[in-house]
């Protein structure tokens, strides 16, 4: 019966979960039906993540009910969950390097009594990745493969352990543009299968062009479900920010700035030993904003660590008003005036074990801007410093002392990008800046970058996200296979989407 069909497999009931000055979830209502991709969204620290981990048994709700096909349901830990055939990929990724992907797939789910050889298990491997539509080599090591691809691991691992709801939280972040397209596929096939898929993103297109419905949370309380091919982008950015947004783009500047860096000819090896940046030459100026697009893997974290004094270039020169920072530590580059905001926040842009006051002020505590107070004076002036700091980014935090760990994903990245401004700065690098923030903030973060060159800093932008170096770049410089390739003065969409998969006309 179709009724049947539509009831809910899973069912949220008033849901309340409080952390000490946090109400994270507050009688939250949310269901999702057996074959649908359900889209979860909301501003950052809304409460999607504390929610999910809920269902998946990482977190105890204070009061409200789970209902699995109807019948009430504990989930008091992640293997109860994995019973009830709910599994979860979360942001972070738990494989085990040394190991192949078949051996992490199978890992603690071999068959009971059966040993099986490695042909065995990566055959079965491989069967389960071709039904899910997941493109991988099961004998891959994990350690050689990036991120996007250890993601398919982690979802090969929930589907080997027969899940039939998958939580995905945030999965496109850590995505290129290509990656996010396979993952659509998988998911499409996956929901033709009857499974149950939760979406959790910030970027609406996405939602919009995945999901069948979506639910929006707005501080901890349930705003409303609607479906997708009843909605648009302006009715769910009212309902998750309760008003419209005007998205930031930036009036074109001739570039008149002095010059501030030049990269010349240079020549960088991976961590692999393998050539990542070949003969890298550009210019940029102050008051420029130069866009880095590019797939993923190509060569840009690389370029941004040799920028950053955290890669030792195996030739070339980088010019920073004079000076060579070829080589150079990376505090000596930050005394230069260059500050970074990391791709990976979480091995280079924070200490998660710290407060949100000491990761605000992380390095810089030493700063003229600290400088020359009597210690219990200065602990004042940094005390109102942070405050200052957490109401400008909006950093949802119960206070300064709260351990960085605990905040919400974009929250940590909001103290990330906070601290760049810091320090007097000449060049800011700033790499994936608005992943994993909501619309408000990532709009927020986008007008800093531009408040920035309007100040005469020189601005490189690395981002994944085509839209967002087109909205913002003054110019755009694609790399493919560790060579930069200068575009046009406009280019489009379909212009540097063929120069990032390497499809170059010879210009020389
Ligand atoms: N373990 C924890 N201890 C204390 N507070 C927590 C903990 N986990 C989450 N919180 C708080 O609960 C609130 C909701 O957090 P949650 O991680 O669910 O947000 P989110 O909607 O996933 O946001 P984001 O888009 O930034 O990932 C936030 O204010 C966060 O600081
Ligand atoms: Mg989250």
């Known amino acids: 019966m179709t009724e049947d069909k539509r009831a809910p497999t899973v069912e949220m009931v008033e849901i309340t979960k409080r952390f000490p000055g946090v109400l994270a979830n507050d009688r939250v209502n949310f269901s999702v039906t057996q074959g649908e991709i359900h889209g979860l969204l909301g501003e950052n620290g809304a409460g999607k993540s504390v929610l999910m981990s809920i269902l998946y048994g990482l977190y105890r709700p204070d009061s409200g009910q789970i209902y699995l096909h109807g019948a009430p349901v504990q989930i008091n830990n992640p293997a109860k969950a994995i019973g009830l055939k709910i599994g979860m990929v979360h942001q972070h990724f738990m494989l085990i390097p040394n190991m192949t992907v078949a051996e992490n797939v199978v890992l603690g789910f071999e068959p009971p009594g059966l040993v099986l050889r490695s042909r065995d298990i990566s055959s079965r491997v491989a069967q389960f990745a071709a039904a899910a539509k997941i493109k991988i080599d099961p004998n891959a090591m994990i350690e050689a493969l990036p991120l996007g691809t250890r993601q398919r691991v982690e979802i090969l691992k929930i589907l080997y352990r027969q899940a039939d709801v998958l939580i995905l939280d945030e999965p496109t972040s850590v995505l290129t543009p290509q990656g996010i397209d396979d993952l659509f596929t998988s998911l499409r096939a996956l929901r033709d299968q009857g499974k149950t898929i939760i979406f959790i993103a910030h970027k609406l297109k996405e939602i919009l062009s995945i999901c069948d419905r979506a639910t929006v949370l707005r501080r901890g309380k349930t705003i409303g479900t609607v479906e997708i091919s009843r909605t648009d982008e302006n009715e769910l950015t009212e ?270």
Request: charged letters at 25%.
């Open 239 to 508: 309902m998750m920010i309760g008003s419209k947004m005007v998205p930031t783009r930036r009036a074109k500047k001739a570039s008149n700035g002095k010059l501030i860096l030049q990269g010349e000819e240079i020549t960088a090896i991976n961590d692999r030993g393998v050539v990542a940046l070949t003969g890298a030459s550009f210019q940029l100026h102050a008051g420029e904003i130069l866009g880095i697009a590019g797939i993923e893997g190509n060569g840009q974290t690389e370029l941004v660590e040799v920028l950053t004094g955290l890669r030792r270039p195996t030739s070339g020169k980088i010019m920073l008003n004079g000076v060579d920072l070829a080589g150079i530590s990376p505090k000596a580059a930050l005394d230069h005036g260059v500050r970074h905001i990391p791709e990976d926040r979480h091995q280079r842009g924070i200490v998660l074990d710290f407060s949100v006051m000491e990761n605000l002020i992380l390095g810089d505590h030493e700063q003229p801007l600290f400088k020359g107070f009597l210690s219990q004076l200065k602990y004042r002036f940094i005390r109102r410093f942070v405050d200052q700091r957490i109401d400008e980014f909006q950093i949802q935090t119960p206070n300064r002392e709260t351990v960085t760990r605990s905040l919400s994903g974009g929250n940590q990245q909001r103290v990330v990008v906070a601290r760049i401004f810091n320090r007097e700065l000449t060049l800011v690098i700033a790499a994936q800046p608005t992943r994993g923030l909501d619309v408000k903030a990532a709009e927020y973060v986008r007008r800093k970058l531009i408040e920035l060159s309007d100040q005469g800093v020189a601005v490189l932008l690395v981002s994944a996200d085509l839209d967002e170096v087109m909205a913002l770049s003054d110019r755009i410089i694609v790399i493919f296979n560790g060579k930069l390739t200068a575009t046009s003065d406009r280019p489009t969409r379909r212009e540097l989407g063929l120069l990032m998969l390497g499809e170059t006309k010879d210009r020389s």
